[in-house]
């Protein structure tokens, strides 16, 4: 019998069975409305437990799941089916690692097996591989021609020798792409059958030692054998280089002993043939560590020293502390100092950045503070290095972590401190796929599991967040001076109106810009250029018809990138060849429109010749290292002009930068979204807080042309207090966050009538009871993408926690309803709860 669902009313009618039966809810990493249920054999009741990873199978496929419970309760509806295996002697996780899981999945409309997924490193997730296993009872005779194919023959003939064979392996034997029909047909002929078996992907990293057999540890055998060497010059060596290293380091690896001696692996085998040397494997670290030390050398300034008071004293109040300090105000140096106080105490602390570019100047100034107590944690470290960050995490070893989003479903034991950075960042919120979670606000659920304290810092806090200080929800300490009362950077308005009148078209550097990019370059300083586009020219336009190319899997315009010479989706990444003819009217004359950072560095490069210019954007540090790299020289001052997006803008902190230009605001003043001010607001606040920070003489020029918006004059005077009661008025008055709570329903499909319609029947069976709350359906700007179309209803409902949880059961009803009708089974319905 197929195993069934497991859920709370199964068990409704359900009493105590005989006494050692066991049954086990597991997750597995599937998007199932619900975790299924299986007994545990005998011979497993004594291995489970909780948070351990265990074998399953479903639909003839195994799955690696994760236990969340253990009971006694025996379903009625059912009988569960076995689970095969354990496969950890301790947990994974811990219980509070799928509280949380169990929390997301609530709250963001989505699988725990989805949350798993992404929680789980990808190494520590077993990947089940079909195995061919041949069939000792069948009764067959491979010597006859007329029963198999030459290519049936082959797989046969090598399943009969071995015995079993995996995918890769007749692939091997066949070398040619069609497989499975040859597999499937010696199925029915009864040679073989399928077994999946599930396998480890996370390989330890083993280093080759060489140690001195214990004989030699005596000073006068050590003598005797040195003195009565006759033969093997180059043995002699090898043994001269072990005993200095082994005194100079402590430890020899065989691939060091090698190098300093420049021996052969040959004649140190000599070596260990004579008994002189052992060798030995040994598991080692891919990540070095630096030596555990704990070392505080500044002191703080009477504003910082004040607030940090606070800070601990509202702890003693309140879990949640929002520190709204000005750009500048050294905000991290609180935040080493809480450090060291929690580690102290035996804690661990969890500190999150929104940007992965963030973390390596930051963590540069943690190891200086913290040196090995601190680890590092993001997605682009390799999946090995990440099972074994997550190890020492597990193990209470590490006890500083340092990461994005991600690091929030690392398995702290003893959590005491999460500080969330940049809390009002966007990229806190995970976009696709699911759980589309929020990081700031999932932590401080997380952190409530420990009782943890959480502190949220930035300069421009979410609107969300602010509005929660006021409500006395959580505390709110600010630090209103820059360190050293260093000053505001001065905030220039240029008019670009009356420049593109005078020029009739758009450029990128004004007048005034170059004259202040020429006098920082002769005062050895730095400048920073944001320009909220990648690429060379956003869109490319026949100037004969107007026709601009589009990509013919979404509904967007081209981009133009010179480097590699190509026109590119931004939206599915599809890259196209330049296109030179128009396909409207046949014309040869395209112009290139508006600029995006690729050009912006072409035309800093042609002005300023002999400056140094980089470009920091997705473009130019996809690579491991590549941000590090990046900001390391412009720390340097190997470079002097650095172009680039939204990277430039968070919490960067460069001593010599005394000049910041924003080339194109409104770019960022004109979206259509409710969060445009505030997000306006944010980003030319953050970006002009990196002028000045050292001497407090730096300079933002802002190219606009709109000079009465009034965003630009919060801006100029730094007054995040105006920006927020301007905008929480007209949050209330639309019924807008933080006063409603928003879930934004997507449906996608390759036909657009189609995903039009089950949004239409969404609508019809929510509006009983939501008629006053939803919108829509309506498209949204960019309608398709990878060739699917886009409709979408938002529902802003009140903030009655009850309501909210009954219209998100409602939404799920609908989704099966809509899914059960042929016609409109395959389109995704796409959930998103506090959408950004």
């Not at 799928?98 to 725990?112: H, P, R």
């Not at 064979?165 to 010696?186: C, G, R």
């Not at 009148?501 to 300083?525: D, F, G, M, R, V």
Request: charged letters at 25%; a neutral charge; glycine letters at 4%.
């Amino acid at each position: 019998m197929q195993n069934k669902k497991s859920s709370t009313n199964l068990f409704a009618n359900t009493s105590t069975n005989e006494e050692g039966l066991l049954f086990a809810e597991v997750i597995i990493p599937l998007a199932l409305p619900i975790n299924y249920t299986w007994s545990v054999p005998t011979h497993l009741q004594e291995g489970i437990k909780i948070g351990k990873r265990v074998e399953v199978q479903l639909r003839n496929k195994k799955y690696a799941g994760i236990v969340k419970k253990i009971h006694n309760k025996k379903p009625l509806l059912f009988e569960p089916k076995d689970l095969l295996n354990v496969l950890d002697d301790e947990p994974l996780v811990y219980e509070k690692q799928l509280q949380l899981w169990s929390w997301m999945s609530n709250y963001y409309m989505c699988s725990e097996g989805e949350v798993m997924q992404a929680a789980i490193p990808a190494n520590l997730k077993l990947s089940s591989e079909s195995v061919l296993i041949w069939n000792d009872d069948a009764d067959i005779d491979l010597n006859d021609g007329s029963l198999f194919t030459d290519e049936e023959y082959l797989v046969a003939q090598a399943l009969e020798i071995k015995k079993e064979l995996k995918l890769s392996e007749v692939q091997q034997i066949l070398d040619v792409n069609h497989v499975y029909s040859v597999i499937k047909k010696l199925i029915e002929k009864k040679v073989c059958y399928v077994w999946e078996e599930l396998k480890e992907k996370y390989k330890e990293k083993t280093e080759t030692y060489i140690v001195l057999n214990s004989v030699y540890n005596n000073d006068d055998k050590l003598s005797e054998l040195l003195n009565n060497w006759s033969r093997a010059p180059k043995q002699m060596e090898l043994l001269l280089a072990y005993l200095h290293l082994i005194k100079t380091e402590g430890e020899v690896t065989q691939s060091a002993l090698l190098k300093k001696s420049n021996a052969s692996a040959a004649q140190l085998k000599g070596l260990i043939d004579k008994q002189i040397v052992f060798a030995e494997k040994r598991s080692i670290d891919r990540l070095k560590l630096l030596p555990k030390n704990i070392s505080i050398d500044f002191v703080l300034s009477t504003a910082q020293q004040n607030a940090l008071i606070k800070i601990e004293e509202s702890f003693k109040q309140k879990n949640v502390c929002l520190l709204h300090g000005v750009t500048a105000s050294g905000k991290t140096l609180l935040y080493i100092k809480l450090i060291e106080s929690y580690i102290q105490q035996g804690f661990q602390v969890l500190y999150m950045l929104p940007e992965i570019a963030l973390t390596s100047q930051i963590i540069r100034r943690l190891q200086k503070h913290f040196g090995g107590h601190i680890a590092i944690y993001h997605s682009k470290f390799n999946a090995n290095e990440r099972v074994e960050i997550w190890n020492k995490i597990k193990s209470g070893e590490t006890k500083i972590v340092l990461g994005a989003r991600s690091a929030l479903f690392l398995p702290f034991n003893n959590l005491g401190l999460t500080i969330v950075d940049e809390e009002h960042d966007a990229s806190y919120k995970q976009q696709d796929p699911a759980p589309r979670y929020h990081a700031r606000d999932a932590a401080i659920y997380y952190a409530s599991l420990f009782n943890a304290k959480i502190l949220l810092g930035s300069a421009t806090p979410a609107v969300e967040t602010y509005f929660n200080c006021t409500q006395n929800k959580y505390a709110l300490i600010e630090l209103n001076e820059r360190y050293a009362n260093v000053e505001m950077p001065a905030i220039e308005l240029i008019d670009i109106k009356k420049i593109i009148a005078q020029h009739k078209e758009k450029i990128a550097l004004t007048p005034q810009l170059i004259e202040a990019i020429e006098n920082s370059i002769k005062e050895k300083k730095q400048i920073i250029l944001f320009q909220n586009r990648r690429g060379y020219a956003p869109y490319m336009q026949c100037q004969t018809c107007g026709w601009i190319p589009h990509c013919q899997h979404c509904d967007v315009t081209l981009t133009y990138h010179k480097a590699k010479n190509k026109l590119t989706c931004h939206y599915c990444a599809t890259t196209y060849p330049v296109i030179n003819t128009c396909v409207a009217c046949g014309s040869n004359n395209f112009i290139q429109k508006n600029f995006g950072t690729e050009k912006l560095e072409e035309l800093i490069a042609e002005q300023f010749p002999e400056a140094k210019v980089a470009r920091m954007d997705y473009d130019t540090v996809k690579g491991k290292n590549e941000h590090d790299n990046l900001i390391k020289l412009f720390e340097q001052q190997r470079i002097d002009i650095l172009v680039g997006t939204q990277m430039v803008v968070k919490g960067l902190d460069f001593e010599h930068v005394n000049l910041v230009g924003i080339i194109d605001a409104d770019g960022i003043l004109n979206f259509t979204d409710f969060r445009v001010n505030e997000r306006a607001y944010q980003l030319m606040e953050q970006v002009s807080g990196r002028a000045g920070r050292k001497d407090g003489k730096g300079k933002v020029i802002i190219q606009v042309s709109n000079l009465q918006h009034p965003v630009l004059h919060f801006v100029q005077i730094h007054n995040y207090k105006k920006l927020f009661e301007y905008e929480i008025e007209s949050r209330k008055a639309y019924h807008y966050p933080p006063f409603y709570r928003m879930i934004v329903l997507t449906f996608k499909y390759k036909e657009k009538h189609i995903a039009e319609e089950a949004a239409n029947i969404m609508l019809q069976g929510l509006k009983p009871n939501y008629s006053a709350y939803l919108n829509g359906p309506a498209q949204p700007i960019v309608d398709r993408i990878r060739n699917q179309y886009l409709w979408e209803i938002m529902l802003k409902l009140p903030k009655d926690a009850n309501l909210i949880n009954q219209c998100k059961t409602e939404i799920l009803q609908q989704v099966n309803i809509i899914h059960s009708i042929k016609t409109y089974s395959g389109v995704s319905i796409i959930p998103d709860v506090d959408p950004l």
